[in-house]
């Protein structure tokens, strides 16, 4: 079975600054999807950024980006130029591909809440 | 503007009683989830459909059952609420199986069990 870790639980950042939220996965699997997911007070999960384990380049969204490490497992999701709204729980999220049993659904990390400071 | 509507936002229930959490889609979409989400632990699959009348378990299966009866309509049902069912559901759905397809989400049911 496949496991997301995020091991800081919480973080902050000033306006403006960058910051790096880190998650970590365990898989069997050589083709595979990552994700991280925003959640701000109002609980609606929203998709921050979508990473197809085959594609060697990182993925970028706007201020939001990737290090996508396939050999160690590792998915950590780039902040630049914090901004207020930016504060939630994110989330970073593993799904298999069609070939193997995990294709349809998402596993989740435990999140990581990030405070952005004024 | 596609959407999961779940029908309520806020929920209290007495030990023992029978809870059904309902959610429906508008997209069309083949597959739906049900996800508890606790602080620490993230979201856990409870269960998920595929299709019509078809259903399967997740991570924490113990103490839920499903019901889709209509393609745009998934329901979770707890045959006897107890308070370690107390959490926030959230439901989901997604077209085909192609994993790249995105997830859409609700805004979540926060269920006490008292």
């Known amino acids: 079975a496949q496991t997301v870790t995020q091991s800081q639980p919480e973080m902050s950042v000033q306006e403006a600054e960058t910051v790096t939220l880190s998650c970590t996965y365990d898989?069997?699997?050589?083709?595979?999807?990552l994700f991280w997911y925003k959640q701000p007070p109002s609980r609606q999960m929203i998709l921050v950024i979508r990473?197809?384990?085959?594609?060697?380049q990182n993925a970028t969204e706007n201020r939001f980006s990737v290090n996508f490490q396939k050999a160690a497992k590792s998915f950590s999701l780039k902040i630049s130029d914090s901004q207020l709204g930016d504060a939630a729980m994110y989330f970073c999220a593993y799904q298999g591909a069609i070939s193997s049993g995990s294709a349809r659904q998402l596993t989740f990390g435990s999140g990581t809440q990030l405070t952005v400071l004024p | 503007d596609v959407k999961v509507t779940q029908s309520s936002r806020y929920l209290v229930k007495r030990t023992g009683e029978k809870v059904f959490l309902e959610c429906v889609q508008d997209m069309d979409h083949e597959n739906m989830f049900w996800y508890r989400q606790d602080p620490g632990l993230g979201l856990r699959l409870i269960y998920f459909s595929y299709d019509v009348k078809m259903k399967e378990k997740g991570d924490i299966p113990e103490g839920y059952s499903v019901s889709r009866e209509k393609k745009e309509r998934f329901s979770l049902i707890l045959e006897s609420a107890s308070t370690n069912q107390t959490s926030m559901y959230l439901c989901a759905s997604k077209p085909g199986d192609t994993p790249s397809n995105g997830y859409t989400f609700g805004s979540g049911t926060r269920l006490t069990v008292v």
């Open positions: 990473q197809e384990a085959y594609k060697q």
């Open positions: 898989t069997s699997e050589s083709d595979y999807y």
